[in-house]
Structure formats: structure tokens, C-alpha cells
């Protein structure tokens, strides 16, 4: 488990370098927006492994689209924790 949390972390760590200046004044209604849109991804990636797709490394895609979302709720929980 350790791993996959330092994944996460990792991956808050260069949402903040990407996009701190943008997310500052995001009301909660952005964030779900975001963690939707990540959300999103991972869906279709579990329905193109479903359908059988010939798109190749879906189950990496998957797990890394899985750590976005972690990290994206994170982000979220982060912003309540300001407030």
C-alpha cells in the first residue's frame, strides 16, 4: 500500500506545480468537475478493457488514471481543510 499511496502523493505534488495558480479560487463545483473528468477517463478505459479493445497498456492507462482520481480527492479534501 505504501506505494500506491506515494503514487498519489507524487502525483498531488505535480498537480500543485501544474496547476496551483489556477485551482486557488476553484469552488467545490470545479473540483467535482475535475474529479469527474478523472473519474471519467477511468470509465472508459474499464469499457474499452470490457469491449476487448486492441488499444495497448489499458490496464496501465487504467491504474494511472486511478491514481489521478485518488490524488484529485485529495485535492478536494485539501480545499476543505482551508475552509
Known sequence: MDKILNEIKEERIRQIEKYAKKNSGFS????LSI????????AKDINDINLK???KNLFEHL??????VAATAVQI?????EK
Request: hydrophobic share 40%.
Open 28 to 31: 467545490l463545483s470545479a473540483f
Open 35 to 42: 474529479l469527474m473528468e478523472e473519474v471519467g477517463e477511468a
Open 53 to 55: 479493445s486492441k488499444r
Open 63 to 68: 491504474r494511472t488514471e486511478l491514481v489521478q
Open 77 to 81: 479534501i485539501e480545499h476543505l481543510d
